[in-house]
């Protein structure tokens, strides 16, 4: 018998293992078969870098919003790669992550650093930075909808989902 979330064309959302600060990673997920998100600049205020990390080679791209590389990340993880992965780490679980990203650690709740530092004992290639924009544009989505007023209303583009049940 399935339960009434299995029934519905929505999921449940699962909670952060950790809070955690948005400043510097304002943006991670896993998704695409990569860890990928939004990382703030330490030097400038108006730049972000769209860091990501593929499952399994665990080839890295890290670039800036307008597709510029990133000066730290030349043959191996730059400081935006690393506090993606430090902020994912605390926003899904290390254990998560490692099985997400296919990382064999053999901690019972592995870290981000030990993490990064199986990854990159793989001497991984860096990848190609086509995969920026589309990150990028999600980030911006999400950010558009904190920008809307609270309401118990559907939004317009997401009609399509049925509802699962009455508002009160």
């Known amino acids: 018998m399935l339960q009434e979330w299995e029934r519905s064309s929505t999921t449940r959302v699962v909670p952060p293992a950790r809070p955690r600060k948005l400043a510097k990673v304002p943006f991670a997920e896993l998704a695409d ?8 600049s330490g030097s400038d205020i108006e730049r ?32 935006h790669i690393r506090a993606l992965l430090a902020e994912a780490v605390l ?25 990064t530092e199986a990854m990159t004992a793989t001497r991984p290639e860096q990848g190609d930075a086509s995969t920026a924009a589309p990150v990028f544009s ?19 583009e997401m009609q399509w989902f049925p509802p699962t049940r009455a508002v009160v």
Do not use: M, W
Request: aromatic share 10%.
């Open 48 to 79: 972000v870098y769209v860091s990501s990390v593929a499952a399994g080679s665990y080839a890295f791209t890290c670039s800036t919003n307008n597709n510029r590389p990133c000066g730290g990340a030349r043959g191996s993880f730059c400081n």
């Open 138 to 156: 999600r980030f911006l989505r999400h950010l558009a909808y904190l920008e809307l007023p609270p309401t118990t209303a559907p939004l317009p």
């Open 33 to 40: 078969g990569r860890l990928q998100g939004v990382v703030s």
């Open 91 to 115: 926003q899904y679980g290390g254990e998560r992550v490692a099985r997400y990203l296919k990382v064999e650690v053999t901690d019972e709740e592995p870290t981000a650093q030990a993490i």
